[in-house]
């Protein structure tokens, strides 16, 4: 299995225990909700349903607490035998699954294996099903019911979306851009931890309100998001599992589960953004500066309808908070990617090109690194060290997908070339001598010299 496929399971593997991890929890908790984990299913990278035995999900939690998320990694398997495909019995699979819904993947290949002698994983006839549409869950769907949650304290579980806001003036392409206003809620105070304006709806501005927001605010329990890019990505998922945060995806088409998050959202738009647009926005520094004192002035202390309180007193009443440690933090919110070192020992990254160490020379490694900062770049190799990659050949100094956090522009010289080339043709017409270019170079230089 590559590093990038390890990396996959290694979070999925994090993502079935995260609930379990809670340091807050004592033993006979922990235990009885193991069980619950192991009662249900999960669905895996690959694209199937998996179900873990207690066993296995304790052995995880240990290796999580002595080793963090590298311990979660695969290891290497020495039977890497392969199940032979049959298209011709997908068709039956298909009928038994619609004859009786209920019936299970491994049910299913069992009757085609005593009706035809042909072995079939259980596994393959699942990712098959489900392809098709004909999983058990899809088949026997019944109605909804949906109850009130609340978390118990404050940071135990956080609620993050993104709401779109007005055109805002944006100098440095000379228009305007839609500003996206990335928020983060704490679900039991009701409190607007923190949110921010991006001209851009990435995956690093997610990242970077969320930094902000546990160096404020303490480190949640659980963070729960919808299933749009700025959220659903390894970037976000390693960060989480990095820092011990549950990550959590609500259900496509079920926005039920969001409903403090769509409250606040309406109340931003009615009591914030329309008063911004009736005086005018300049930019977009304006815009979070404004919208940083309406929440701690207004949004924050005012009695909240269903609580009866103010979310900043609600919030605090619970305080201190967790905190992370700067160098904790600092690895959380670096990116990961697997290169494959060249025959000059070189490694690409986003147009760059990096030099590392020769002994591996046709090795996949795994790069981490800050995006805001491509000249420093740790190579791993199987999640240990393996020295620095040195850029060899530098084109970018920042991640493309970081357009926040561009190099400033370089303040303009005032030199007029084409205006010197139009000078000094006219001074040679007028005395009829023919413009010396050669010369026209030198007092081009000697102009930059006196302007610097």
């Not at 944006?170 to 931890?193: C, G, Q």
Request: aromatic share 8%.
């Amino acid at each position: 299995m590559d590093p990038e496929a390890q990396e996959k399971v290694a979070l999925h593997r994090y993502g079935v225990i995260a609930e379990a991890a809670n340091p807050r929890l004592g033993a006979a908790e922990r235990g009885a909700l193991v069980r619950q984990i192991a009662a249900r299913p999960h669905l895996h990278p690959d694209g199937s349903e998996r179900r873990y035995s207690r066993g296995t999900i304790d052995r995880w939690l240990r290796a999580w607490r002595s080793g963090g998320l590298e311990a979660l990694r695969p290891a290497e398997r020495s039977d890497t035998g392969a199940v032979r495909a049959h298209p011709e019995l997908y068709a039956e699979a298909a009928a038994l699954r619609l004859e009786l819904p209920s019936r299970s993947a491994a049910q299913i290949a069992s009757i085609l294996y005593h009706r035809h002698g042909v072995k079939m994983a259980e596994r393959t006839v699942r990712q098959q099903l489900r392809r098709a549409g004909l999983h058990r869950e899809a088949l026997q769907a019944e109605p909804k019911v949906f109850g009130r949650y609340e978390a118990e304290r404050a940071n135990e579980r956080w609620i993050t979306d993104v709401l779109v806001g007005p055109f805002v003036p944006f100098p440095k392409i000379d228009r305007s851009v839609r500003a996206r206003l990335f928020l983060i809620v704490d679900d039991h105070s009701r409190l607007l931890v923190d949110g921010r304006f991006f001209a851009h709806e990435n995956a690093r501005a997610c990242q970077e309100l969320l930094r902000r927001a546990i160096v404020r605010r303490g480190l949640p329990e659980v963070l729960y998001a919808d299933n749009g890019a700025p959220f659903a990505n390894a970037w976000l998922a390693r960060t989480c599992a990095v820092l011990g945060i549950r990550l959590v995806h609500s259900k496509p088409y079920a926005p039920e589960g969001r409903g403090k998050q769509e409250r606040l959202n309406r109340y931003i738009r009615e009591a914030f953004l329309a008063e911004a647009c009736h005086v005018g926005i300049d930019s977009m520094e304006e815009l979070n500066d404004r919208f940083c004192a309406w929440t701690e002035q207004v949004a924050n202390r005012r009695t909240h309808a269903e609580t009866g309180e103010a979310p900043i007193e609600r919030f605090e009443r619970h305080g201190p908070h967790r905190a992370v440690e700067p160098e904790r933090l600092r690895e959380a919110f670096r990116w990961s990617v697997t290169r494959k070192v060249t025959r000059t020992a070189t490694v690409p990254l986003e147009g760059n090109a990096y030099a590392v160490d020769p002994s591996l020379v046709g090795r996949r490694v795994e790069l981490r690194y800050d995006p805001e900062d491509l000249t420093r770049i740790d190579v791993y190799l199987e999640g240990r060290p393996a020295g620095v990659a040195t850029p060899f050949v530098t084109r970018r100094h920042v991640h493309p997908a970081v357009p926040q956090a561009a190099r400033p522009e370089p303040e303009q010289t005032g030199i007029d070339y084409l205006g010197l080339v139009a000078a000094a043709h006219e001074e040679a017409a007028g005395t009829g001598q023919k413009v010396d270019f050669a010369q026209l170079q030198i007092f081009e230089g000697e102009n930059e010299e006196e302007t610097r």
